[in-house]
């Protein structure tokens, strides 16, 4: 199994977004490893069913840019060096694994409560 870019499956885990426009999904079982995003490359991430490893941008946050859909950050490990956007809608943060990240939505801060 792989994932879903645009139209086309894909029999690989990691991936290098090396244009613009590019939209990535995949299915409930097939989780994903390392996603690099290159300079001047956008991703959106439709429906994303397993977690992803790590999403980072080959150069600096504002020439590599993702957009989530239905705010599936909480599937991606980790985040570095991309601009992050949500459909517009606010982001909402589950853990501390960014590095070098822009949030270009309203950042809703998740609160765990210990029991």
């Known amino acids: 199994k792989g994932f879903q870019i645009d139209n086309q499956a894909v ?3 990691n991936l290098i977004i090396n244009a613009a426009g590019i939209t990535v999904s995949n299915d409930n079982d097939t989780p994903l490893g390392s996603i690099v995003i ?3 490359c ?16 080959a150069t600096k946050a504002s020439e590599c840019k993702v957009e ?6 909480k599937k991606i490990g980790s985040v570095k060096n991309v601009t992050l ?6 982001i909402t943060v589950e853990n501390d694994a960014f590095d070098g ?5 309203n950042v809703n801060i998740a609160n765990e409560e210990s029991t």
């Open 42 to 57: 956008d991703v959106t991430f439709g429906y994303i069913g397993a977690n992803i490893g790590s999403v980072s941008g």
């Open 101 to 105: 990240v822009v949030f270009a939505e």
């Open 85 to 90: 956007t949500n459909s517009g809608s606010t």
């Open 11 to 13: 029999y690989t885990n």
């Open 68 to 73: 989530l859909n239905y705010n599936q950050l």
């Open 38 to 40: 290159n300079k001047g």
